[in-house]
């Protein structure tokens, strides 16, 4: 995965790979065994809209942040590796409607609700 963008959450930064393709934001970070310390995938959708994401295929625990259209985290959840004993895999929706959604390392992501994502160069 080459990471294309660098954001800061607070104190924190994470490199990420940044998508709009459909095709790679379906797929995500399935078969990944490990993340690189402070990386992860950004989606970045066309509309705001109540973008779930499911753990189907996604082997470490997972911190998944949604924004609005800009860029304030408005829900965050830390989400397991599917169940595959029973095959139940759920879908996690944010509580409101998100144009962004971050995946990240399980139980790394230190913000909360309010907080500002900035880009590598953002002003604001």
């Known amino acids: 995965m080459k990471y294309s963008k660098t954001i800061y959450i607070g104190e924190q930064k994470f490199k990420v790979y940044a998508t709009d393709k459909t095709s790679e934001i379906e797929t995500g970070l399935m078969h ?13 959708y066309d509309d705001s809209a109540y973008h779930g994401i499911w753990m189907k295929n996604i082997y470490i625990p997972l911190d998944v942040i949604w924004f609005d259209e800009n860029k304030v985290v408005i829900d965050k959840a830390t989400l397991l590796p ?16 998100s144009k962004y959604v971050l995946e990240i390392d399980g139980d790394t992501f230190k913000g909360s609700i309010g907080d500002v994502m900035k880009f590598n160069g953002d002003k604001k």
């Open 82 to 97: 599917e169940d595959i004993n029973n095959n139940v895999i759920m879908v996690k929706y944010p509580i409101g409607k």
């Open 32 to 44: 990944q065994l490990e993340l690189p310390e402070n990386s992860g995938m950004l989606f970045i």
